[in-house]
Structure formats: structure tokens, C-alpha cells
T-cell receptor
Framework: NAGVTQTPKFQVLKTGQSMTLQCAQD?????MYWYRQDPGMGLRLIYY???????DKGEVPNGYNVSRLNKREFSLRLESAAPSQTSVYFC??????????FGNGTRLTVT | GQQVMQIPQYQHVQEGEDFTTYCNSS?????IQWYKQRPGGHPVFLIQ?????EVKKQKRLTFQFGEAKKNSSLHITATQTTDVGTYFC????????????FGSGTRLSIRP
């Protein structure tokens, strides 16, 4: 049982480049989330999708876009990467009002 | 906006000592969840509390949810080296049950 799968695991971008972080879950969960975690810091919510077909802003949405492609997949796009977006990105999923299941994270460095 | 705060930020204890982290929300929470993140890993769910005043135990870990449902605590008795990591509380915001925000976390390190 794979759970929540994130790709890629590592990525280095130059300022201004774009990229999409992929996330897929195989647990038939309704809700999916993107968080970022800066070194020594907590998790900050970027965007979430309460159910297929809906997306909403979290605490720090600026500079990001998301797509809930179907019930399984939730992608995060950086249109023009900035050094301030250097972070570890975690995708998570859950059934309504239940605990979050996290992927292993994507470590992104923007130079 | 709604905030979830945790104290202390860091705690360094001798193995065998107790450890407590406190979580405070600026608004009432419908439930609170606790997660543990090992160094280099991802957060892993520990427990969820729903009822006012609820207390749950998992071996050496005791979790409490405040009467007003705005605060919570995690207490570890007789810490072991396997307890090393960062402990986070998390809860839904008042405006969306699906919008889960996290506290800043408490990093626990242990002297063997």
C-alpha cells in the first residue's frame, strides 16, 4: 500500500524557473493538502482541496497554484521560483475530520 | 487569522526525565491532532482528541484537551532516545473543518 506518493524527492531550480510538484494518494481520501516546512520551522498550509473539484487557499498561497486533477492527484505549481520558496514541501491527504497521512516530501532548493 | 502556538520551541532533557509540550489556539477547536516528526522524516499521526477535557494515553504518552477546547498538552513520562523528534499539534480552522493548520512544534532532544 503506497499511501501518499510525492515526486520528485529533490529538485534544484534557478530563480524564475517553473516546476510542478506531483502528489498522488491511493487511499480514496477526499481531502488533500500542500504544506511547506522551512528549516527548523513548523508546517504552513499553502493550499488544500476539501474534495475533488475544489481548491482553497491556505496560510501562505502567494507564488503557488494548485490543481486537483482527480480524486487521487493534487499538484502544486511554482510559476516563477524565488529563493524564498526554498523549502521542504509535504503533500497530505485525509478523509473528512480524520488524521492526515503525509508523503515523504520534496526538498526544493531555488538558487 | 487563527493561530496555533506551541511552547516550548525546544526542549533538551536527560534520558529518563519527563517532557511536556503545550499547544494553544486563538479560537475554539472542534478537535486537535498530535503528530511526531523524526529528523529528516515526515509527520506521523499520534492521536486525535475531540471532547472537552478529554485525556488519552498511549504507553508513556498522555494527551489532554482543555475544557474550553482551545488548548492541549502532550506529556511524555520517562523519556527514551526513541522519543527524539519534533511534536506538532494541529487543528481545523473555525471557518473550514477541512483547513488543518499546525502549531510551530516542539523539538525534543535527549541526552543519553
Amino acid at each position: 500500500n503506497a499511501g501518499v506518493t510525492q515526486t520528485p524527492k529533490f529538485q534544484v531550480l534557478k530563480t524564475g524557473q517553473s516546476m510542478t510538484l506531483q502528489c498522488a494518494q491511493d487511499m480514496n481520501h477526499n481531502s488533500m493538502y500542500w504544506y511547506r516546512q522551512d528549516p527548523g520551522m513548523g508546517l504552513r498550509l499553502i493550499y488544500y482541496s476539501a474534495s475533488e473539484g475544489t481548491t482553497d487557499k491556505g496560510e501562505v498561497p502567494n507564488g503557488y497554484n494548485v490543481s486537483r486533477l482527480n480524486k487521487r492527484e493534487f499538484s502544486l505549481r511554482l510559476e516563477s521560483a524565488a529563493p524564498s520558496q526554498t523549502s521542504v514541501y509535504f503533500c497530505a491527504s485525509s478523509i473528512y475530520n480524520s488524521p492526515l497521512h503525509f508523503g515523504n516530501g520534496t526538498r526544493l532548493t531555488v538558487t | 487569522g487563527q493561530q496555533v502556538m506551541q511552547i516550548p520551541q525546544y526542549q533538551h532533557v536527560q534520558e529518563g526525565e519527563d517532557f511536556t509540550t503545550y499547544c494553544n489556539s486563538s479560537t475554539t477547536l472542534s478537535n486537535i491532532q498530535w503528530y511526531k516528526q523524526r529528523p529528516g522524516g515526515h509527520p506521523v499521526f499520534l492521536i486525535q482528541l475531540v471532547k472537552s477535557g478529554e485525556v488519552k494515553k498511549q504507553k508513556r504518552l498522555t494527551f489532554q484537551f482543555g475544557e474550553a477546547k482551545k488548548n492541549s498538552s502532550l506529556h511524555i513520562t520517562a523519556t527514551q532516545t526513541t522519543d527524539v523528534g519534533t511534536y506538532f499539534c494541529a487543528g481545523p480552522t473555525y471557518d473550514s473543518a477541512s483547513k488543518i493548520i499546525f502549531g510551530s512544534g516542539t523539538r525534543l532532544s535527549i541526552r543519553p
